[in-house]
């Protein structure tokens, strides 16, 4: 497996998989790979990481800046994160991740977000953090992992790309 930064001949694989991993999910509304298209347009794609195996696109992620209400910088959401659903649990998504992270920490990044399930992403230093919240997301599936010691508080804003309309 090879993981690499999205090229322009992605976008579409990046699509198909997306649509593929979320397809028949219960806490989907399937239009994740409408916001990763919005992220793009935007220019919020911060880290933009593909799976590849055997030449063929098999996992995707993505990192986009959030804005915290306290004024805190360099904070970055996760998602989506996207493994085609036969190629599922073989750590693709967890090396995806895992790189991701680690780029971040790079870059100097204060802190990372996620909504998602905390079994899956507490395995990757994810944790509940009351200091930081989401408006209408449930505090256990909302995830911090600080990675500076500058901390941040207060409710935490996605891009726009996430909550654009379903009619697309």
Same mark, same amino acid.
């Given at each position: 497996? +090879?993981?690499?930064?999205?090229?322009?001949?992605?976008?579409?694989? +990046?699509?198909?998989?997306?649509? @593929?991993?979320?397809?028949?999910?219960?806490?989907?509304?399937?239009?994740?790979?409408?916001?990763?298209?919005?992220?793009?347009?935007?220019?919020?794609?911060?880290?933009?990481?593909?799976?590849? =195996?055997?030449?063929?696109?098999?996992?995707?992620?993505?990192?986009?800046?959030?804005?915290?209400?306290? $004024?805190?910088?360099?904070?970055?959401?996760?998602?989506?994160?996207?493994?085609?659903?036969?190629?599922? $649990?073989?750590?693709?998504?967890?090396?995806? +991740?895992?790189?991701?992270?680690?780029?971040?920490?790079?870059?100097? @990044?204060? $802190?990372? =977000? =996620?909504?998602?399930?905390?079994?899956?992403?507490?395995?990757?230093?994810?944790?509940?953090?009351?200091?930081? @919240?989401?408006?209408?997301?449930?505090?256990?599936?909302?995830?911090?992992?600080?990675?500076?010691?500058?901390?941040?508080?207060?409710?935490?804003?996605?891009?726009?790309?996430?909550?654009?309309?379903?009619?697309?």
């Amino acid at each position: 497996m +090879i993981i690499r930064p999205e090229g322009p001949a992605d976008v579409a694989a +990046i699509r198909d998989v997306t649509i @593929a991993a979320f397809k028949d999910h219960p806490h989907s509304d399937q239009t994740e790979h409408l916001i990763i298209d919005r992220l793009r347009q935007a220019g919020a794609l911060s880290i933009s990481l593909v799976a590849e =195996v055997d030449g063929d696109v098999v996992g995707y992620i993505a990192f986009s800046p959030v804005a915290l209400s306290d $004024g805190s910088e360099s904070w970055f959401g996760l998602g989506p994160v996207s493994i085609l659903p036969e190629c599922q $649990g073989q750590g693709i998504g967890g090396a995806l +991740i895992r790189q991701g992270l680690s780029m971040l920490r790079d870059q100097g @990044a204060a $802190g990372c =977000v =996620v909504m998602g399930e905390p079994d899956f992403y507490r395995k990757f230093g994810f944790r509940n953090d009351p200091q930081l @919240a989401l408006k209408d997301c449930a505090p256990q599936y909302f995830l911090v992992q600080p990675l500076s010691s500058h901390g941040g508080s207060g409710m935490v804003s996605y891009n726009a790309a996430f909550y654009a309309g379903v009619d697309e």
